[in-house]
């Protein structure tokens, strides 16, 4: 007899015999699926539920805080590392964008300036302003805090400075503000 011929009746046995596993867990599991543990899966509600930091209804455009939260949940965690790598991209765009008009006009862009570009070239980095995700800080200084997330002066979060985004904690954004 061949290897392959002695592979395949092996593993037809195998098949046809099963794993000697006791089926009965598993036909309790299917008929109760919270025996899983499912309704443990479900996100947790945010811990500081004040005013502006929710998402707007309506627009779908408004996020909060994308700061790691001590005891919010491995699931509500997990969402914020998605909303913060949202969150660096719109301030990588938007450091992209005051950047080039802080190059044509030879000066840093005030906040007015910076809406009326992006009214045109960006719409969606427009509304996470409008709304408050994003603020402005309207800064002369080349090398500051151009622009920083919601409530990341008070819990960190995601500060644009001299045109790069990076996660920066609560006292570092304060101390640039003071600047």
Do not use: H
């Not at 443990?40 to 939260?69: I, V």
């Not at 622009?147 to 008070?154: I, L, P, S, V």
């Not at 790069?164 to 954004?173: G, L």
């Amino acid at each position: 007899m061949s290897r392959g011929l002695i592979l395949g009746i092996t593993l037809l046995a195998c098949v046809v015999v099963g794993c000697g596993k006791d089926k009965s867990e598993a036909k309790k599991r299917d008929a109760n699926p919270n025996a899983l543990g499912i309704d443990d899966l479900q996100a947790p509600p945010p811990l500081d539920a004040s005013p502006g930091t929710r998402p707007s209804e309506g627009t779908g455009s408004a996020r909060e805080n994308t700061n790691f939260q001590a005891g919010a949940g491995a699931v509500q965690n997990i969402r914020k590392a998605g909303q913060r790598t949202a969150t660096l991209n719109d301030m990588q765009q938007l450091g992209l964008l005051m950047t080039q008009m802080e190059l044509e006009s030879n000066r840093m862009p005030q906040p007015t300036d910076v809406k009326n570009a992006i009214r045109r070239d960006a719409p969606t980095l427009l509304a996470l302003i409008e709304d408050g995700t994003i603020i402005l800080t309207g800064t002369r200084d080349r090398g500051g805090l151009w622009a920083y997330e919601t409530e990341a002066d008070k819990r960190g979060g995601v500060g644009l400075v001299a045109g790069t985004p990076r996660r920066m904690q609560a006292d570092e954004i304060q101390q640039m503000l003071k600047k």
